[in-house]
């Protein structure tokens, strides 16, 4: 039986909306962090074909596993004392042990997991290696509070010429929440600590934490979908109570974007997919922090066309614009602006000047379905306005069939065909009948 026709289109629409995504991500570094709760919780079986999937697509993956509840077990069958200092272990000798035995069965259950090639699955076919070391030299923390931590550590150096050779072979790299010294101790690591360091040390694409939560949320509770280094950092140093993962994950976002890493991520562990659906789909999932706005506006270039086409031609087919050419397009490319969102175009409009006149024409202002009613459109807007106003022109003037209103609410007024440039003159479409409207800039 065929698939229904709504579901296949969507399936079409999604594949086609995340070919960009795949085509960027191909040969770069991601490093996921998550902790020991994915694994004794059973999530990791599903993340384990997520994690093939990008391995698949040519992505270089290092996984940083916590093992906290393993090792409250351990110490818990011990009958073992559990204490903690401002959030960090005290991992005396007996907690030192209890550390090695749950973090390394939590790497072997991982490494199994990943080597699975179950068919009829995601995992079918796979040909998976991991790789597993001392990459990560620690450094003891002292006394906190006056306590000392003994055995708990920090990360000194992650070795990122190691990790990156066993990349560079294809391998899937696997990092403990465990460091060693040169003098040969063992130090316990929490896993935002170790993560970070290796996102960094890696010039990592991505930083990706999963969490508990669903990611950052504002102080009504609204999920902030996307937020600079610099707005996370005062989310951190607000007064409001966060929940604590997003306490202990978000300031390693932060440190991360400001080192180097283009973008960190926080999503929820609980969702199957998370990972996907935030890397390959426009909404995301979670909350995306980066080192500056992730839109951004410039003049296009010769190899913007594709783009600007994708979002001109639909605009075309029904009315609301004139059909250019690609031919015209590519002869005319330089009086495009573009309006980006993570590399990704989603807007565009055009300057032409009547330098005669002191005169402009906007023109082909268009925005991807899926953003607009957000203020975009206002933005490409404002952008060409201060172009033509940099180019010395007086006034604006735009031809359009379907969106009188809006450029009314923006300052234009109608104006008559005649009042417009004489070379413009002589190319309207009296067929069409375009209203002209006008802004004196």
């Given at each position: 039986m065929p698939a229904p026709k709504l579901k296949t289109q969507s399936f079409v629409?999604?594949?086609?909306?995340?070919?960009?995504?795949?085509?960027?991500?191909?040969?770069?570094?991601?490093?996921?962090?998550?902790?020991?709760e994915v694994v004794s919780e059973g999530e990791f079986y599903e993340l384990a074909h997520d994690v093939n999937l990008l391995n698949a697509l040519d992505v270089r993956v290092v996984l940083v596993h916590g093992a906290r509840p393993q090792i409250e077990a351990e110490l818990k069958e011990r009958d073992a004392?559990?204490?903690?200092?401002?959030?960090?272990?005290?991992?005396?000798?007996?907690?030192l042990a209890c550390v090695k035995e749950a973090a390394g069965s939590v790497r072997v259950e991982i490494e199994a997991l990943l080597s699975m090639g179950l068919p009829n699955s995601p995992m079918a076919g796979a040909?998976?290696?991991?790789?597993?070391?001392?990459?990560?030299?620690?450094?003891?923390?002292?006394?906190?509070?006056?306590?000392?931590?003994?055995?708990?550590?920090?990360v000194r150096k992650v070795d990122a010429i190691a990790i990156q050779r066993r990349l560079d072979l294809n391998e899937i790299v696997l990092l403990s929440p465990i460091g060693y010294s040169p003098t040969g101790e063992v130090f316990n690591?929490?896993?935002?600590?170790?993560?970070?360091?290796?996102?960094?040390?890696?010039?990592?694409?991505?930083?990706?934490?999963?969490?508990?939560?669903?990611?950052?949320?504002?102080?009504?509770?609204?999920?902030?979908?996307?937020?600079?280094?610099?707005?996370?950092?005062?989310?951190?140093?607000?007064?409001?109570?966060?929940?604590?993962?997003?306490?202990?994950?978000?300031?390693?976002?932060?440190?991360?974007?400001?080192?180097g890493v283009a973008r960190a991520h926080l999503i929820s562990r609980h969702v199957d997919g998370a990972i996907l659906q935030e890397l390959f789909t426009r909404e995301g999932i979670g909350t995306m922090v980066s080192p500056?706005?992730?839109?951004?506006?410039?003049?296009?270039?010769?190899?913007?066309?594709?783009?600007?086409?994708?979002?001109?031609?639909?605009?075309?087919?029904a009315g609301v614009l004139v059909r250019r050419s690609r031919e015209l397009l590519e002869m005319e490319i330089e009086r495009f602006y573009i309006l980006e969102h993570d590399g990704i175009t989603i807007g565009c409009a055009a300057l032409y000047p009547f330098a005669e006149e002191k005169a402009g024409e906007l023109a082909c202002l268009?925005?991807?379905?899926?953003?607009?009613?957000?203020g975009r459109g206002a933005t490409l807007l404002a952008f060409v306005e201060a172009a033509a106003c940099k180019k010395k022109l007086k006034r604006l003037f735009v031809l359009t069939t379907q969106t009188a209103h809006w450029f009314v609410e923006r300052g234009y007024a109608e104006a008559d065909v005649a009042e417009l440039p004489r070379k413009k003159q002589m190319l309207y479409n009296y067929q069409r009948k375009s209203k002209v409207f006008v802004k004196r800039i």
């Amino acid at each position: 039986m065929p698939a229904p026709k709504l579901k296949t289109q969507s399936f079409v629409n999604w594949f086609r909306s995340a070919a960009p995504y795949i085509h960027a991500f191909g040969g770069r570094t991601f490093v996921i962090a998550f902790g020991g709760e994915v694994v004794s919780e059973g999530e990791f079986y599903e993340l384990a074909h997520d994690v093939n999937l990008l391995n698949a697509l040519d992505v270089r993956v290092v996984l940083v596993h916590g093992a906290r509840p393993q090792i409250e077990a351990e110490l818990k069958e011990r009958d073992a004392t559990i204490q903690y200092v401002d959030g960090l272990r005290v991992t005396d000798s007996e907690a030192l042990a209890c550390v090695k035995e749950a973090a390394g069965s939590v790497r072997v259950e991982i490494e199994a997991l990943l080597s699975m090639g179950l068919p009829n699955s995601p995992m079918a076919g796979a040909d998976i290696r991991v790789a597993s070391g001392n990459f990560v030299t620690a450094k003891p923390m002292g006394v906190h509070n006056g306590v000392d931590l003994q055995h708990t550590g920090a990360v000194r150096k992650v070795d990122a010429i190691a990790i990156q050779r066993r990349l560079d072979l294809n391998e899937i790299v696997l990092l403990s929440p465990i460091g060693y010294s040169p003098t040969g101790e063992v130090f316990n690591l929490t896993v935002e600590d170790v993560a970070t360091h290796a996102a960094i040390a890696l010039k990592a694409e991505k930083l990706i934490f999963m969490m508990d939560t669903l990611g950052v949320t504002d102080v009504k509770g609204r999920m902030l979908k996307e937020l600079t280094a610099q707005e996370a950092l005062k989310i951190v140093k607000s007064t409001r109570e966060l929940p604590l993962d997003v306490g202990f994950y978000l300031p390693c976002a932060v440190k991360a974007c400001r080192n180097g890493v283009a973008r960190a991520h926080l999503i929820s562990r609980h969702v199957d997919g998370a990972i996907l659906q935030e890397l390959f789909t426009r909404e995301g999932i979670g909350t995306m922090v980066s080192p500056e706005p992730v839109e951004s506006m410039r003049q296009a270039t010769i190899e913007d066309v594709g783009g600007v086409l994708s979002l001109i031609e639909p605009l075309e087919e029904a009315g609301v614009l004139v059909r250019r050419s690609r031919e015209l397009l590519e002869m005319e490319i330089e009086r495009f602006y573009i309006l980006e969102h993570d590399g990704i175009t989603i807007g565009c409009a055009a300057l032409y000047p009547f330098a005669e006149e002191k005169a402009g024409e906007l023109a082909c202002l268009a925005v991807h379905a899926d953003y607009r009613d957000a203020g975009r459109g206002a933005t490409l807007l404002a952008f060409v306005e201060a172009a033509a106003c940099k180019k010395k022109l007086k006034r604006l003037f735009v031809l359009t069939t379907q969106t009188a209103h809006w450029f009314v609410e923006r300052g234009y007024a109608e104006a008559d065909v005649a009042e417009l440039p004489r070379k413009k003159q002589m190319l309207y479409n009296y067929q069409r009948k375009s209203k002209v409207f006008v802004k004196r800039i």
